[in-house]
């Protein structure tokens, strides 16, 4: 049984940083496709950023580049988005997401496994 658990959401003031994390058990995440979407109120889930399971492609979306950073830490089995100068249109429920196939996507369906997501407020 695959199970994502994300921390580290919070509220924050515009500039600040924040870093997300999200442990998983039942899968290595060294060898898994990883990724973190985000969805505001009333809006539909976006990609924030992504690695390769062999670790070859990183991808973030436009919106986060140059802020945001994702990392893997092998011997916690855990995923990370370090998130910083923070804006407050990053005011988003952040999940973490697990894809089963040696493959990379940013799209959502693609990914097969999830967390329940943790929360991040950023005031201005």
């Known amino acids: 049984q695959v199970q994502l658990v994300e921390s580290g959401g919070g509220l924050v003031q ?5 870093r ?3 442990a998983v058990s039942g899968r290595t995440v060294s ?11 009333g809006k539909e889930r976006e990609f924030v950023a992504a690695r390769s ?5 990183t991808y973030y979306a436009d919106s ?7 990392s893997t830490d092998n011997a916690k089995n855990t995923f990370y988005l ?11 429920t952040y999940c973490c997401a697990a894809m089963y196939s040696s493959t ?3 799209r959502s369906n693609d990914y097969n496994y999830w967390g329940q997501g943790t929360q991040v407020t950023v005031s201005s």
């Open 14 to 18: 515009a500039g600040g940083s924040l």
């Open 20 to 22: 997300l994390s999200c």
């Open 31 to 41: 060898t898994t496709t990883m990724g973190w979407f985000r969805q505001a109120p």
């Open 53 to 57: 399971w062999n670790f070859i492609v």
């Open 64 to 70: 986060v580049k140059g802020r945001f950073t994702i």
């Open 82 to 92: 370090q998130m910083n100068s923070l804006k407050p249109e990053d005011t988003a």
């Open 104 to 106: 990379f996507s940013r």
